[in-house]
DNA sequence: TGACTTTCTGAATATTGTTCAGTAAATATA
DNA sequence: TATATTTACTGAACAATATTCAGAAAGTCA
């Protein structure tokens, strides 16, 4: 589908930890002119290879002390969507996953505490139609939490 | 903890989706002097509330079609954290998080498809000490899946 | 073969990053 | 209260970078 050439993945490799890195530098870093470059950061983005450019906040600086992943069951007519996009519009959602097994889609997400969950879960969670069941599972401690994706090591075109 | 003003909150809210943004634009964006932004920002590095600059790139770009999440019992003393930060070792794997109930660690991994992982499983996970068992669930889609955290909207001082 | 596309270079220019001296307000100190 | 000290910001100066663009070289296609 989307073909990658070693000098992209380089460039991937090169600003997937480090957004901000300048055109300059890369260009440095691969032996070409920063204007080649920038024409391959705009193609990938183009192309959707890049999907966006982040700043990771640290979720105790905003008082989001609480993640949780959350099973639901729900009794949707099958191939409808529409409990799924609900909960995806729900700001404290961080990830939607529609997965194996029963009907079920799997979330994430963050609120300040357990008592602030609870309440979320009424009070939004618990108003949207189709919900049959939920599992909750609270994380105590978190050890690794990334989008960093493996990249190989070359591939030519 | 950490003491957010107005301004600390405009600028991440600002920066959360466009890392890249020019310290010019938010000093228009907020009536100050690109300098000052400049100071903030740093400030915001120093004291671990901006964790990163990513850049997120497309899963499918990168042959990475699979996504799942394995639940993992250790058989390990209780408070030893070896397992966790071996399994956090293991590049494939982009978060593990260690959950309420049955000594239990939670992870999500990506890998180019179904059998990728059960070999990763055999050679990489199981080669690790302390396992006692694992259940894998696989995603099938994904409808949302972002590390945007939820800012407020002003909180002075 | 010839037209076309792709990819890159290198120069020119616009924009931005970064440093720094100085100011004003807030806070601490005596 | 009066006096330091710190903090947060401005605005100017300079260095670095982004961006545009014409043109060259190589590849592709008919």
Known sequence: MINLDDIDIKI???IQDDACKSNSELAKQLG???SGILER???LEKKGVIESYNTRINPLALDQKLLAFIFIKSNESFGSMQLAE???NLTEVQEVHHIAGDDCYLLKIRTTDSQSLIQWM??????LPGIVSTRTTIVLETLKETSHLTIPKADKS
Request: proline share 6%; charged share 35%; net charge positive.
């Open 122 to 127: 009424r009070e939004s969670l618990g108003k």
């Open 32 to 34: 070409m002119a920063p």
């Open 12 to 14: 991937l490799s090169l």
């Open 41 to 43: 950061v705009r193609k």
């Open 86 to 88: 609900d909960i995806a």
